[in-house]
Nanobody, 124 residues
Framework: QVQLVESGGGLEQAGGSLRLSCAASGRTSSPYTVAWFRQAPGKEREFVAGLSWRYGSTDYQDSVKGRFTISRDNPKNTVHLQMNSLVPEDTAVYYC?????????????????WGQGTQVTVSS
């Protein structure tokens, strides 16, 4: 079992920045991928960014490339999502998720563990 706890959401103006964090605990020694998903009201949950804990490779949704950066803090078993140049369309509940895969996958069905979510609201 892996437990995930998100933090760092909030209200920001368009053009601003926020940093989300996801602290992992439990059986984190196995190879796995950590990703961020988001879900806006009335929309499906979508992949935002993912990171392979073993290789450090990353993947991003096209709409966030160049604005968002996913990174890891190994000693703290924490993954961060740095979000810059925010736009109102980034408004959503952001979820941290973990999958027992070596490389990031964009399908939510592949992820076994989920955090409780953190709200990000970007005002225009």
């Amino acid at each position: 079992q892996v437990q995930l706890v998100e933090s760092g959401g909030g209200l920001e103006q368009a053009g601003g920045s926020l940093r989300l964090s996801c602290a992992a605990s439990g059986r984190t020694s196995s190879p796995y991928t950590v990703a961020w998903f988001r879900q806006a009201p009335g929309k499906e949950r979508e992949f935002v960014a993912g990171l392979s804990w073993r290789y450090g490779s990353t993947d991003y949704q096209d709409s966030v490339k160049g604005r968002f950066t996913i990174s890891r803090d190994n000693p703290k078993n924490t993954v961060h999502l740095q979000m810059n140049s925010l736009v109102p369309e980034d408004t959503a509940v952001y979820y941290c998720a973990a999958a027992r895969t070596i490389l990031p996958t964009t399908s939510a069905r592949e992820y076994n563990y989920w955090g409780q979510g953190t709200q990000v609201t970007v005002s225009s």
